[in-house]
Structures are given as C-alpha cells and as structure tokens.
C-alpha cells in the first residue's frame, strides 16, 4: 500500500499571505494519478488539481499543483478567507487508493 | 448537470448492517465507475471500494474486504453500497463520487455526492 504523508498538518497564515502544502508518497507514483481535494467544514470534498497540475473546472489559478515522484506540493497564492480549509492528496495505483491525513490552513 | 442524490441518515445497532444509495443524474451512468468513500468524526478521508456500474465488477480495500457489497442497478442510474457486521468505529459519513474519467478510473474522482451519515450505537 502506497502511505501518502502530508506536511504540515496545520497551517496558520493571513489572507493573502501563500500557502505551500506538501504530498508525500512511500513509493514512486505516476503524477497522473495524483489528485488534490479541498473540504470545508459539513461538505463533501471538492477536486482541486488532477494529474498532479491541471486545475479543476471552476478552480482559479491562485491554486496551482506540482511535483513528480514521490514529492508533490500544493501552492495557494494569494490565500482569500473561502480558502481557509482541509487539503487532501489522493493516489490510486495497483487497484488500491489512498489519501493522505489532509493539511489544515486555518486564519492566523 | 452531473449530480450524485444519497439516501438519508441511518443509524444501525452492532451488528447489523447498513445499505446506503446513490442515484447518478446528468451523465450515461453506466460509463462511470463509481467510488465509495468514507469519514469518521474528525478524521480524514478513507477509501472504501470501487464498482464498475457496466459490469458491476467491483475492487474493495482490503479492511473491507468479507463485509462490504457494491451493488448498481442500471435502471435506475443507482449504486449501492451494503455494510455488514456494524460496529462503532464504522460510524462516519459516507459519499460516493464518479470517477474523473470513464475508462481509467485511476484518474480522481470529479463529483462527489452529499454524504450518508451513518451512526452505529
């Protein structure tokens, strides 16, 4: 089982300040697979970024995904308060599929 | 627009199990698949299977596997999903949510539905 390991597990910053959240794998993945979800307190997830860089529809581009391998980041610029939330990674390989334990972006 | 419509809350007993519904809309249901996911109270996100709605094949994660069934019924554009032998640390909200692509479904998962609380006490 691919372990994705998210860093850090709370991040405190102020509107407009950036967010860079970190993905990692146990093992080597395909950046195809590597997806990013946003979730807002009693909703569902929302995809965020596919394929490790490509922006989901109605995503702007303050969010932007990259990474290959075993290290993948998420970069919030110019974080606006809709932003403040739980961002999970997510991996599917070898019929198994994981997420990591999520990155919290609180108001400083 | 594509929507994914779950049953309502359920609250089960232990040992007992529990059979949640998801009704697909706005997309040809059968091209696809559809994921099971599921949260705990305050915890993170956790994987429960997959099911392929034109075959009904289904893959399960292995913590899973012997008490959960993937159902679909085609005529209705509904998956199913039946968990059995309940117990407390399965109380959670579940959701499912269509896989990205129709013939990889390793590709994430673009639309989610509301969520089934589901309370086992």
């Known amino acids: 089982e691919i372990v994705l390991t998210q860093s850090p597990g709370t991040l405190s910053l102020s509107p407009g300040e950036t967010a860079t959240l970190s993905c990692r794998a146990s093992q080597s993945i395909s950046s195809r697979y590597l997806v990013w979800y946003q979730q807002k307190p009693g909703q569902a997830p929302r995809p965020l970024i596919f394929?490790?860089?490509s922006r989901a529809t109605g995503i702007p581009d303050r969010f932007s995904g990259s990474g290959s391998g075993t290290d993948f980041t998420l970069t919030i610029s110019r974080l606006e308060p809709e932003d403040f939330a739980v961002y999970y990674c997510q991996q599917y390989g070898d019929s198994l599929l994981t997420f990591g334990g999520g990155t919290k972006v609180e108001i400083k | 627009q594509v929507q994914l419509l779950q049953s309502g809350a359920e609250v089960k007993k232990p040992g007992a199990s529990v059979k949640v519904s998801c009704k697909a809309s706005g997309y040809t249901f059968s091209s696809y698949y559809m994921h099971w996911v599921r949260q705990s109270p305050g915890q993170g996100l956790e994987w429960v299977g997959i099911i392929n709605p034109t075959g009904g094949t289904t893959v399960y994660a292995q913590k899973f596997q012997g008490r959960v069934t993937m159902t679909r019924d085609t005529s209705t554009s509904t998956v199913y999903m039946d968990l059995s032998s309940l117990r407390s640390e399965d109380t959670a909200v579940y959701y499912c949510a269509k896989s990205k692509d129709g013939f990889n479904p390793r590709f994430g998962m673009d639309v989610w539905g509301q969520g089934t609380p589901v309370t086992v006490s």
């Open positions: 394929g490790a860089s």
